[in-house]
């Protein structure tokens, strides 16, 4: 692809993936139809529909709409093959146990960003009466429960999929389950919905804490899932890069105030235009560097961080980026070194690192870092680079667009999936992109 052109033009913003997995997974919940509309064409949910089917769920789909049937005889063991490329498949324990009584669920795979094990998931199912053993030899969780029980689980970091995974375990439970502690993200609530609409009794009692009154049973549903935040943030930092101007619909600036302020102090400008739709564009030719420290909502997320580097690759000045939620979230700044970034990695000095950081301190491997240093302006220039990670490839693209020269990035389909048609996406707004098939 060749950089240093403006983006300019319209783009809507897919719907989120993050809702969009555990859509399919809610769908286990019931014998009845469930529709789900603005689902993303990625193959993350490529993958998590080859999950539920191999569970004995039915699967229709059309464009941006899936219709998902139980055929009433579930299955409760997922193929390691899936199970391995897909983390969130794991998250189709808590279902199962809830309608089968049992589930063998490998475990989870998923993106390579740290150890990302399942345990606050494991421990909260085992509180609801939950057996779970892990066989080493096999790679598999074996787990059963006679009737899942609602408990009060006080979760001491924050887990938004383990957070989900207690939701979709407790909405058919016996009794009440208090989740304190609970992740605020709001894709978390945009499942809650989906969940109430099928008959589901959930409620948020305040910013950190759901309260679930199991139910008998579920009923099918219809559900359009919100857009993604992620998404969104990826055409702003676009728009920035590469001095254009894009005007995203399907914009959900209330999702956002951890980004706009410091993207507004880089020198971003965002206009919202209405209620759903917004045009971001730069408010002057120097970016200005603003230091960056992740968190879960209503934090800056930890899934910005790595598009926001780009962006400081072209501000004034030494700006810091401090990922406080994943132990290695920094894929990506070797690639962007071969593009003439100049970023060195440092460790931030933090008083109780095992409180402090989201991840489990003891997952950490020697040599991670969690803070970077970007130094600017700096014109990165082509070059040949490989994706490992989802938004680091969405990451690449931005740096491939800013900088001159054809590049070549390695690894398409990893930004695949998370990303709709991204290069025809961005071919609209004036990219010069193009796919090659190795
Ligand atoms: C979800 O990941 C999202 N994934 C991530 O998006 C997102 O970055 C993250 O939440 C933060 O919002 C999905 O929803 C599928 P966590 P998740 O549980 O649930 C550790 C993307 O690109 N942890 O809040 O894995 C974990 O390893 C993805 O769309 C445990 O150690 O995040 C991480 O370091 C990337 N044990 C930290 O806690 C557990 O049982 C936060 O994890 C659970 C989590």
């Known amino acids: 692809m060749d950089g240093g052109i403006p983006l300019n033009g319209e783009i809507t913003v897919a719907g989120a993936k993050n809702v969009a ?25 490529e993958w998590m529909l080859e999950v539920v089917k191999s569970l004995g769920i039915t699967i229709t789909r059309n464009e941006n709409t899936i219709k998902l049937k139980s055929s009433g005889n579930l299955l409760s063991r997922v193929p390691m093959e899936y199970g391995a490329r897909l983390r969130t498949s794991a ?44 066989n080493p030899e096999d790679g598999y969780f074996y787990a059963r429960a006679k009737k899942l029980e609602g408990v009060v689980i006080d979760f001491a970091k924050n887990t938004h999929t383990g957070t989900e995974t207690m939701i979709l375990a407790a909405v058919l439970a016996k009794g009440t389950t208090v989740l304190k502690n609970a992740a605020a993200e709001v894709e978390v609530d945009d499942l809650i919905k989906l969940l109430n609409g099928m008959g589901a009794k959930i409620r948020r009692v305040n910013d950190r804490e759901i309260v679930i009154d199991g139910v008998k049973k579920l009923h099918g549903t219809e559900f359009r899932i919100m857009p993604d935040r992620n998404e969104e943030v990826t055409w702003a930092i676009a728009a920035a890069v590469s001095s254009g ?8 600036l209330e999702y956002l105030g951890a980004f706009i302020k410091p ?64 132990e290695s979230r920094f894929s990506y700044v070797g ?78 389909e990893q930004v695949d999936r998370g990303y709709e048609k991204i290069e025809v996406r961005l071919r609209r707004l004036g990219a010069r992109i193009r796919r090659v098939y190795e």
């Open 21 to 45: 997995l555990k859509a399919c997974v809610a769908a286990i919940l019931t014998d009845e139809l469930v529709v789900i509309h603005n689902v993303p064409q990625i193959r993350d949910v």
């Open 91 to 134: 998250m189709v324990i808590g279902p199962l146990l809830a309608r089968t009584g049992e589930a063998k669920i490998p475990n989870p795979g998923g993106c390579r960003i740290g150890a990302r094990p399942i345990d606050r998931h494991i421990e909260g199912l085992k509180q609801m009466g939950a057996v779970i053993e892990y």
């Open 245 to 252: 101007e894009v005007i995203v619909r399907d914009s959900r």
């Open 263 to 326: 993207f507004v102090q880089a020198g971003g400008r965002v206009e919202k235009i209405d209620e759903t739709t917004t045009k971001y564009s730069r408010e002057r030719r120097d970016i200005q560097s603003v230091d960056i420290i992740t968190a879960p909502y209503p934090g800056f997320m930890t899934d910005w961080q790595a598009p926001w580097a780009v962006l400081m690759t072209q501000a004034n000045g030494v700006s810091t980026i401090h990922e406080t939620v994943f």
């Open 335 to 412: 690639e962007l070194k071969k593009m003439g970034a100049m970023i060195d990695f440092y460790d931030p000095v933090v008083t109780n690192p095992e409180s402090y950081y989201n991840f489990n301190w003891t997952d950490r491997v020697d040599d991670y870092h969690q803070g970077i240093r970007i130094s600017g302006p700096i014109a990165l220039h082509n070059a040949v680079v490989t994706i490992d990670d989802l938004r680091a490839g969405a990451t690449l693209i931005l740096a491939a667009l800013t900088a001159t020269g054809e590049s070549y990035i390695h690894g398409a």
